[in-house]
C-alpha cells in the first residue's frame, strides 16, 4: 500500500507531502493545478523514464520520495532526476537501478487512465484475470497442466543430456580404445615396479657381485680361513676348560661365533652360485620398466591409477555401447510425458473456454452501470505453437472489447480513450473483487464523457472496490468525489517565482466547499446545500 509521497520541484510543484490511507482517496482541484504532476511523480517511482523538462524552472533536480507498506513493512524510494535528465534512485537508503524500483513496486500498482502502468493493456496479464475470476474451475486444471509441464521438461532435460553423453562418447570412443588396447597389451600388474626395481641392481652389477660374494666364501670357509683359526682357537680352550671360568666364558663364545662364520660361509657360497650375470635378462627388466613408467606418464601417476583408469575407459566404452536403449526408453518418456501434458492443456483450455462466457457477461454488466451500455466483451484464445506454451498454459489469452453491439469485437489494447479504458478496468476490479492481487489502484481520467447518474454510480462502484484494495482517483466530477474516505484539493499558487502547486486535506466545512466548487464553480449557500445532500448520500452506500 502506498502510504506518503513527497515530491520537490517537479514541474509546478515546489514541494508536496500527500499521506494516504486505506479506502478511496481523491484529488480534486481545477484543471492545470498540477494533478497531473503529482501522478507523474508516481509514475517516476513505478519506473517511469526520467524527463528533464519535468524538473521544476530553476531547479537543479526534482524529488519523488515514496513511502510504502509490503507485507507490513515500510519500504522507502527515493528518485532524483537531474536537469541533465540524469536519474539516481534508492531503496530503502540503498543505491538501486530503476529496473528495481519497476520490479519492487510495479506489482502493487496499476495507473488506470494513462496508457502507463496499466496492467489491462499488456496481453500477457489477461488469462490471469479470467483464472483468477474463474477460481478452482480453472485452477485445479492450471496446476495440473503445470505439474505435466514440469515432468516433460525433466523429460527432455534427461534425454537430451543422454543425448549429449552419447555424442561425447562417440567423439571419445576410439581413443577409449586406444587406451584399453595400450594398458592390455603392457598387462601391468599391482606392484610390478616395485619388484622389478628392486631386483634390478644385482642384474646391474651381477659380476662384482659375484666376485665379492666368492671372495667372502673362501675367507670364511676356505683352507686356512675364519673358520679354520676359530676352530683351532676353540680347541685350545678346550684343553683347559675347567680351570678359569673367564676362559670358559671366551670359549663358549668363540663356539657361537664359529657357528656364524659357518652359516654366512655357506650362504656367501650359495649368494655365488645363484647370482647370475644374465644380460639378456637385465635388458627384459629395464625394457619392462620402461613400459610401465610410460603407462605411468600417461595414466598414472601410479600403477594403481593405471589400471583404475583402464577399467574407467572400459566402462565408458561399455556405457557408448548400450546407450542406445537407454536414449529409446528417455525418448519414449518424453512422448508420453508430451501426451500428458497435452491432454492437460485441452482440459485447461475448455475449463478457460466454459468459463469465458460469464466472466464477459458478468464484465458486461458491471461496465453497463458505468455508462458504457450496449458494450460487448469476448475472450480470444489465441493458439500457441508447442514451443512456445508457458507455464500460463498453450494459448495467448486476450480481451476483446466493442462499445456498439452492431462493431466487432477488437483487442482492447486498442482502445484510444482514456477514460473507456479506465471505466473497463473498474469493471473488471469490481467483478474480480478480493481475488484481484494489487494492492494500490490509480484512476485519472475515468470520469471522462460521464455525468449525472453515471457519474455517481462509478463513485459507488469505487467506494465498494475500496473495501478490498487501496483506491486513488483524479476526478473533476463532484458525485465521485463524494464517495471518498479522504479527500486532497490539489491548487495553483502565484508567486514571484512563478506559480506553484498546492496539496491541502480538507473536511468538514472545507470539503463542503470543494464539492460546491465542483457541483457549480461557487460555494454559495445553495452550492453548500446541494453539496451536503451529495455527501449524505453517498455516506449511505
Not at 7 to 24: D, V, Y
Not at 120 to 148: F, I, K, M, N, P
Not at 274 to 294: F, K, M, Q, V, Y
Request: charge should be negative; hydrophobic fraction near 45%; proline fraction near 2%.
Amino acid at each position: 500500500m502506498l502510504e506518503e509521497l513527497h515530491i520537490q520541484e517537479l514541474a509546478l510543484i515546489e514541494e508536496a507531502w500527500l499521506e494516504f490511507s486505506p479506502g478511496m482517496t481523491v484529488l480534486t482541484g481545477e484543471t492545470g493545478a498540477g494533478k497531473t504532476a503529482l501522478l507523474g511523480g508516481l509514475k517516476l517511482l513505478l519506473g517511469e523514464r526520467a524527463d528533464s523538462g519535468a524538473v521544476r524552472s530553476g531547479a537543479a533536480e526534482a524529488m519523488v520520495e515514496g513511502r510504502f507498506s509490503i507485507d507490513g513493512e515500510d519500504v522507502v524510494a527515493r528518485r532524483r532526476v537531474g536537469s541533465d535528465g540524469r536519474s539516481r534512485c534508492t531503496l530503502n537508503g540503498e543505491m538501486a537501478t530503476v529496473g528495481a524500483l519497476s520490479q519492487t513496486f510495479g506489482p502493487l500498482v496499476d495507473l488506470h487512465g494513462q496508457h502507463e502502468h496499466q496492467s489491462l493493456l499488456s496481453v500477457s496479464t489477461h488469462g490471469g484475470y479470467l483464472d483468477r475470476w474463474a477460481g478452482e474451475s480453472v485452477s485445479q486444471s492450471l496446476s495440473a497442466y503445470r505439474a505435466a509441464r514440469t515432468l516433460w521438461i525433466d523429460a527432455v532435460a534427461r534425454r537430451d543430456a543422454v543425448a549429449a553423453s552419447i555424442a561425447q562418447a562417440a567423439r571419445d570412443s576410439d581413443y577409449l580404445r586406444f587406451v584399453v588396447e595400450e594398458i592390455e597389451r603392457v598387462d601391468p600388474q599391482v606392484g610390478e615396479d616395485e619388484l622389478l626395481k628392486a631386483r634390478l641392481p644385482a642384474l646391474q652389477h651381477a659380476e662384482k657381485l659375484a666376485d665379492a660374494a666368492s671372495q667372502a666364501a673362501v675367507l670364511l670357509r676356505g683352507d686356512g680361513g675364519a673358520f679354520d683359526a676359530i676352530a683351532r682357537a676353540r680347541e685350545s680352550l678346550v684343553k683347559v676348560s675347567g680351570i678359569d671360568g673367564r676362559l670358559d666364558d671366551i670359549h663358549a663364545r668363540l663356539v657361537e661365533i664359529e657357528a656364524l662364520v659357518d652359516d654366512a660361509g655357506v650362504s656367501a657360497r650359495s649368494y655365488r652360485d645363484e647370482i647370475e650375470d644374465d644380460p639378456a635378462r637385465l635388458d627384459a627388466t629395464l625394457a619392462r620398466l620402461g613400459e610401465l613408467s610410460g603407462l605411468m606418464k600417461k595414466y598414472g601417476p601410479s600403477l594403481e591409477g593405471v589400471l583404475q583408469r583402464l577399467c574407467s575407459a572400459r566402462e565408458s566404452l561399455e556405457v557408448s555401447q548400450n546407450a542406445d536403449g537407454a536414449l529409446e526408453s528417455l525418448g519414449a518418456r518424453v512422448v508420453e510425458s508430451e501426451a500428458a501434458l497435452r491432454d492437460a492443456a485441452s482440459t485447461l483450455e475448455s475449463a478457460r473456454r466454459a468459463a469465458a462466457p460469464g466472466f464477459t457477461a458478468a464484465l458486461a454488466e458491471v461496465a453497463a452501470e458505468l455508462a458504457m451500455d450496449g458494450v460487448h466483451f469476448e475472450v480470444a484464445f489465441h493458439e500457441l505453437p508447442f514451443s512456445a506454451w508457458s507455464s500460463e498454459g498453450p494459448n495467448r489469452i486476450e480481451f476483446l472489447f466493442a462499445s456498439t453491439p452492431s462493431q466487432p469485437c477488437r483487442p482492447l489494447t486498442r482502445i484510444a480513450s482514456g477514460g473507456e479504458i479506465s471505466r473497463v478496468m473498474l469493471a473488471l476490479k469490481g467483478v474480480l473483487g478480493s481475488a484481484d492481487t494489487i494492492d494500490t489502484l490509480v484512476f485519472d481520467e475515468i470520469d471522462a464523457g460521464i455525468g449525472g447518474a453515471t457519474a455517481t454510480a462509478v463513485g459507488r462502484r469505487l467506494s465498494q472496490l475500496a473495501q478490498t484494495h487501496q483506491v486513488v482517483v483524479v476526478t473533476h466530477l463532484a458525485q465521485v468525489a463524494a464517495f471518498a474516505d479522504a479527500h486532497l484539493v490539489v491548487s495553483r499558487k502565484a508567486a514571484d517565482d512563478g506559480a506553484s502547486t498546492q496539496v491541502t486535506v480538507v473536511s468538514g466545512d472545507e470539503r463542503d466547499r470543494e464539492i460546491a466548487r465542483m457541483l457549480s464553480g461557487n460555494d454559495s449557500k445553495a452550492s453548500i446545500a446541494h453539496a451536503k445532500e451529495l455527501l449524505g448520500h453517498a455516506r449511505v452506500r
